[in-house]
């Protein structure tokens, strides 16, 4: 048996293992992910933007200083938040209160609840992380102009991460409540009073943010559980609903 028929061999049980295992919900979700059209559209939109700010914030100035490397990942992580929760959160909103509303899953389908829950979160999951990702080479030209302190940087984005997930779960936890139209019209007014709030907010946030430190191992620990227990406790009452 050569090398490749050995791989084969091992990866084969794998691969259908995670197969049976895979929520089943997800893969319906990505499938129909991949074939939107609008996602594609996004995603260039999204690449578009980042190429912009990086043109305004390096590509239009010849000051560097070691401030700038800074300058441009606030910049990036504004526009990662903003982009993130724009995208995310209305789109796992629509799914789930669409569902509930014209083809309730969760008393038509053989699927259990909580798989049904989590794969609408994992979706959204999955969403954020085609935009992080996009970003990522955005932040290493960031990171290449100095003047970043990596763990300051790394904690700022996955606390950016946290936070939309912890308003995805909270988004998901409002909309599978959702039962007919009009409910759908005043969760979404609500939902959008509160994503303009913290818009309006946001600039005040960043103004100081350049004076944030890293606080260490332990604390970002911390705000972790702090965070995913947050998200448990919205995706158990989304079960609940």
């Not at 959008?192 to 946001?202: C, K, S, T, Y």
């Amino acid at each position: 048996m050569n090398t490749l028929s050995r791989f084969v061999h091992f990866v084969d049980p794998v691969a259908a293992f995670l197969d049976n295992r895979m929520n089943p919900l997800l893969v319906r979700e990505l499938r129909q992910l991949v074939r939107n059209r609008f996602i594609i559209v996004m995603l260039n939109l999204y690449i578009f933007l980042l190429v912009f700010v990086c043109l305004v914030q390096v590509g239009f100035t010849s000051d560097f200083t070691t401030a700038t490397g800074e300058r441009l990942f606030y910049t990036l992580t504004a526009v990662l938040g903003c982009s993130a929760f724009l995208v995310v959160v209305p789109y796992t909103a629509l799914i789930a209160a669409m569902e509930r509303i014209n083809d309730d899953l969760m008393y038509t389908s053989g699927i259990r609840p909580g798989s049904i829950v989590f794969g609408k979160f994992l979706n959204g999951v999955i969403l954020s992380l085609l935009l992080f990702s996009t970003t990522l080479p955005f932040y290493m030209l960031a990171a290449q102009l100095r003047g970043l302190d990596v763990n300051d940087a790394l904690f700022i984005v996955w606390l950016v991460f946290l936070g939309l997930h912890v308003f995805n779960a909270f988004t998901l936890l409002l909309f599978t409540g959702v039962r007919s139209h009009v409910q759908l019209i005043f969760f979404g007014a609500l939902l959008i009073g509160v994503a303009v709030a913290a818009f309006v907010n946001a600039p005040t946030a960043f103004s100081s943010v350049g004076a944030f430190v890293f606080p260490g191992w332990r604390e970002c620990l911390v705000v972790t559980a702090l965070a995913t227990a947050a998200i448990a406790v919205c995706l158990s009452a989304s079960i609940a609903n």
